[in-house]
């Protein structure tokens, strides 16, 4: 990063990076160090779209963090500027490239009072404004007989859950693409659903994202992976509701209470953390809290080798359930977990860079795996979790169709090897229904699969979300809508049901229902690709253009923000305007989504080339194509009976229930 002056002008504001402290009408605010480094490198290129990558390099130097550290420390930034994200006057986000700071930089006159400096974050190293977990690492003692506690089983899930996720959302609909929603916002519950537990009803638990309060910041893998095992030991091994991890992590790097936390996701407690290490010894500190009086009813601070920090897992899952009064089961920990201490640090490592959204991770992730399978030859999780990043390398890094199916093919021959290993791995039975789907549109065979993976993991999310596309796009409305409400019950924070009752919704003529759903998704994940779009196309159903186009104007994505152009101008008789978003639309990414050309040509009533373009998608292989059944935009082309042989020659024309 080049060097900057000991301060300088930002719009209205005085920053000094060396003193981390900013400036305006005599308050002066304390900026957390990293999101100070995040200011500077934009203030250095001031102007200029500097990439997340970039960023990470600069503000986390040597530490292994994902692009969730800079999403945190630009809403910081934006929330003490008093920014707004959407009519920015100090930091812009540039979509799929980045941010840049669009405020004047200049010399400040005379020099900054420090008299009276407030902490922007409130003394919380991530900007959050709840309890800080590791406050009491010096206080709390390990009492005598205190019984040590959690589990460590997170191969089986967290492999299922981020494989599951590429099968219905890494390429079938672009528009439902995952994209992590921005920091600084809490979604409102319109109210308190929770109920105290009694004996028919068992208590609920959140496990919220522990921090990563090493020196170096170089434990997020870490402490990320730990939350993510206690989230499925507690879910799979007792009798507690425990919400799935991305309605848990929806509040990392958030202001939020702890009521507001309970409230949005219906539960009775929170389980809160930390990690801190210090050469070969690391410290993990947990604590039990109670949502409607903010009450500790546990807590526990663990002193481990590193070699041995993985048992403190099965120790906090026992005390939270003793403390709760629920049972464990004697197998809730390390289903399918590696032998070693090195191969399960690794395995975490490895879904840590599945998990962030970038292309260089994607990489990182397969090249993980590779090496994790090297280590650890027999391990069934191992195995499909490289299935997974090999389906999920080409869509993140925006590669071919004809790439994507090499993809699904190289993934399918890991999944199959995971099930040699371990023949009841829901993950693995997953990833081959996505391959099914991708390379052979067998939805009979994907079907099962499918049913395979649910029988292993009845609540996963992820794979539920998974059925609930199959049985749509074969016109099996309303176990889709089932499936989703299923999903949305154990993950209430996540995007993804409503982006498919939306759907749903829009194609059976439900439009108010649909708005409602498509509006949900925004408010949950307003930066997501396609949700904007999803809106414009119940509007234009609505017979409202003009918002149509207000919305396509919203959509942070440029493919898809053209998409919703095209349409909306059309359906204003701005047909200039629409000719040429269609043209910009077509030279940049018309060889990778013949279907969505095939939508904008339906709705502008040229039916020979929206023909065109499905032929075209299905000779490709377009994954988008196997969904136009329950695609409203060519309900107008149902009656034609080249419409009517696509159907059959895409295994869509009939179908028996699958689930």
């Not at 809730?332 to 395995?347: F, R």
């Not at 490895?350 to 397969?366: G, I, Q």
């Not at 159903?541 to 095209?566: F, H, N, S, T, W």
Request: charged share 25%; with cysteine.
């Amino acid at each position: 990063m080049s060097s900057l002056p000991d301060a300088v002008q930002v719009g209205d504001w005085r920053v000094e990076p060396e003193l981390d402290v900013i400036a305006r009408d005599g308050r002066a605010i304390k900026v957390e160090p990293r999101a100070m480094r995040v200011l500077s490198c934009l203030i250095a290129r001031a102007g200029h779209v500097v990439s997340v990558e970039e960023l990470l390099e600069q503000a986390w130097p040597d530490v292994v963090v994902g692009p969730d550290s800079v999403y945190q420390a630009v809403g910081l930034l934006r929330r003490t500027f008093g920014d707004d994200r959407h009519h920015p006057l100090y930091i812009e986000h540039v979509p799929r490239k980045g941010y840049r700071l669009v405020a004047p930089v200049g010399t400040p006159v005379g020099s900054l009072d420090t008299a009276n400096v407030a902490a922007v974050n409130g003394g919380a190293p991530d900007g959050t404004a709840r309890h800080d977990p590791t406050a009491q690492d010096a206080s709390v003692a390990r009492a005598p007989g205190a019984p040590p506690a959690r589990p460590g089983n997170r191969v089986a899930w967290a492999v299922l859950a981020v494989a599951v996720v590429t099968l219905g959302l890494a390429y079938f609909l672009i528009r439902n693409a995952v994209r992590a929603p921005p920091a600084g916002t809490v979604p409102a519950p319109t109210a308190d659903r929770r109920a105290p537990p009694t004996a028919s009803v068992p208590p609920s638990i959140a496990v919220m994202p522990f921090l990563d309060m090493s020196e170096k910041q170089d434990l997020g893998y870490f402490a990320d992976g730990l939350a993510e095992e206690l989230i499925d030991q507690l879910s799979r091994g007792s009798e507690l509701r425990v919400p799935a991890r991305t309605s848990s992590f929806y509040f990392k790097g958030k202001t939020a209470t702890v009521p507001q936390i309970a409230g949005a996701l219906n539960v009775d407690n929170l389980l809160e953390g930390s990690v801190r290490r210090s050469g070969n010894r690391v410290r993990v500190t947990a604590q039990l809290i109670r949502a409607d009086s903010g009450f500790h009813l546990w807590s526990q601070t663990y002193d481990r080798e590193l070699k041995e920090v993985f048992t403190v897992e099965d120790e906090i899952a026992l005390a939270v359930t003793q403390r709760l009064q629920v049972k464990l089961s004697a197998d809730h920990a390390s289903t399918g977990m590696p032998g070693t201490a090195e191969a399960h640090s690794m395995l975490m490592q490895c879904h840590f860079f599945l998990r962030r959204n970038t292309p260089p991770d994607a990489d990182k992730a397969v090249a993980c795996f590779r090496q994790l399978i090297r280590l650890a030859p027999q391990d069934a999780p191992a195995w499909a979790g490289y299935a997974d990043a090999l389906l999920r390398l080409p869509n993140k890094k925006e590669l071919s169709i004809a790439e994507l199916r090499n993809g699904a093919a190289a993934a399918r021959q890991a999944a199959e090897h995971a099930l040699t290993l371990d023949p009841a791995l829901a993950a693995a039975h997953a990833i081959l229904s996505s391959a099914d789907r991708l390379l052979d549109r067998d939805w009979s065979a994907a079907g099962a699969e499918l049913r395979a993976a649910l029988a292993s993991d009845p609540n996963d999310p992820a794979t539920l979300l998974s059925a609930a596309n199959l049985a749509r796009d074969l016109g099996q409305f309303d176990r889709a809508a089932e499936l989703c409400e299923r999903a949305r019950e154990h993950d209430p924070l996540n995007f993804q049901p409503y982006a498919r009752l939306g759907i749903i919704y829009l194609y059976q003529g439900k439009l108010p229902e649909a708005e409602a759903a498509v509006r949900r998704r925004i408010d949950l994940a307003p930066e997501g690709i396609g949700a904007h779009t999803q809106l414009v196309d119940v509007l234009l159903a609505r017979g409202q253009p003009q918002a149509a186009l207000e919305a396509a104007e919203q959509e942070p994505d440029e493919e898809m923000r053209l998409v919703g152009l095209a349409l909306a101008y059309h359906a204003l008789g701005r047909h200039d305007r629409s000719d040429a978003s269609l043209a910009e639309l077509r030279r940049k990414w018309g060889s990778r989504f013949p279907t969505e050309l095939a939508e904008i040509y339906a709705y502008r009533g040229e039916t020979e080339r929206a023909l065109a373009a499905l032929d075209a998608a299905s000779v490709a292989g377009d994954p988008a194509v196997n969904s136009i059944r329950v695609d409203s935009y060519f309900k107008p082309l149902e009656t034609d009976r080249r419409y009517r042989a696509l159907l059959q020659r895409l295994n869509l024309a009939q179908s028996a229930a699958l689930f």
